[in-house]
């Protein structure tokens, strides 16, 4: 592991663009910093994988030339971004985590919470997404993309013979996912899983303040199951505007469930659920 240089020693050449304008204060960043931004770019990076540990604090202060209280300000950073996670007095290094969509999903809840964002504008957001997507399938239907779809719709169909309404739920979150998710468009992707988990957590909260009766619940949820199915049957077939159509119906139908009127009104609860 290379040593990390102290950032008072360290001489950086700035490009004349970068160049600071005279009286301009220039922040020399903490050592600690430096040293989570060491680490912090080889878990991104994936060179330190989800479960790995990295070694201990002894062996780190030799090799990296820092002090302790240096190291555990740098540990304290990533553990807040949740890249890392300490066990005091543990004989193993810290141990390292993926960045997680959950997390955030999460402190996004918060900055739309703050902005004062309706369930309805969440709910409007998948509207303007997923049809989009539909059309790109639809025009070119692809043999992978239709199985996965198909898998998904068959794991429902198993949870609602089974009358495991709540899992079904979970997994209808995860048919939307893989929608988008099949496109290959990973920015797509990870922008609506965000949206999809913040539903999640309304959806949860909404089930609990309006419960439904059995049968009530059974038949909603079964005709959700064949709305799915047509869809990918006109998506394998190519009938673009015809899927296009039918999703767009289907997500305004369930907007009008989930985000009706009062309920639309609400604001994001992220800290409340």
């Excluded at 600071?20 to 050592?31: A, F």
């Excluded at 998710?181 to 957590?201: D, I």
């Excluded at 998506?235 to 305004?252: C, F, M, Y």
Aim: no cysteine; aromatic share 6%.
């Amino acid at each position: 592991m290379e040593k990390i240089d102290q950032p008072n020693s360290k001489v950086s050449i700035l490009a004349e663009s970068e160049v600071p304008k005279p009286g301009t204060r220039i922040r020399v960043p903490k050592t600690s910093e430096i040293v989570a931004d060491h680490f912090r770019g080889q878990i991104v990076r994936g060179e330190l994988k989800e479960g790995d540990f990295l070694p201990p604090e002894g062996q780190l202060m030799t090799t990296l030339g820092i002090s302790r209280p240096t190291l555990r300000e740098a540990f304290r950073i990533l553990e807040a971004e949740s890249l890392i996670s300490v066990v005091r007095g543990s004989r193993t290094g810290a141990r390292v985590h993926q960045p997680s969509i959950e997390l955030v999903s999460r402190y996004a809840g918060y900055v739309l919470q703050s902005m004062g964002t309706t369930i309805a504008d969440l709910y409007q957001a998948r509207l303007a997404i997923e049809p989009q997507v539909v059309r790109w399938l639809a025009t070119k239907p692809e043999r992978a993309a239709i199985k996965r779809l198909r898998n998904e719709i068959e794991r429902l169909r198993v949870l609602l013979l089974a009358d495991r309404f709540d899992a079904f739920i979970d997994a209808v979150s995860e048919f939307h996912g893989a929608l988008v998710e099949v496109s290959g468009t990973q920015t797509l992707t990870f922008m609506n899983q965000l949206l999809l988990n913040l539903m999640a957590r309304h959806q949860s909260d909404y089930k609990r303040r309006h419960p439904l009766d059995y049968e009530q619940q059974k038949k909603r949820l079964h005709a959700g199951l064949k709305s799915y199915e047509k869809l990918v049957d006109l998506i394998e077939s190519g009938e673009v505007e015809g899927a296009v159509k039918h999703w767009r119906l289907h997500l305004s139908n369930a907007n009008q469930t989930w985000a009706e009127e009062t309920e639309g009104a609400r604001i994001v609860d992220s800290l409340g659920q």
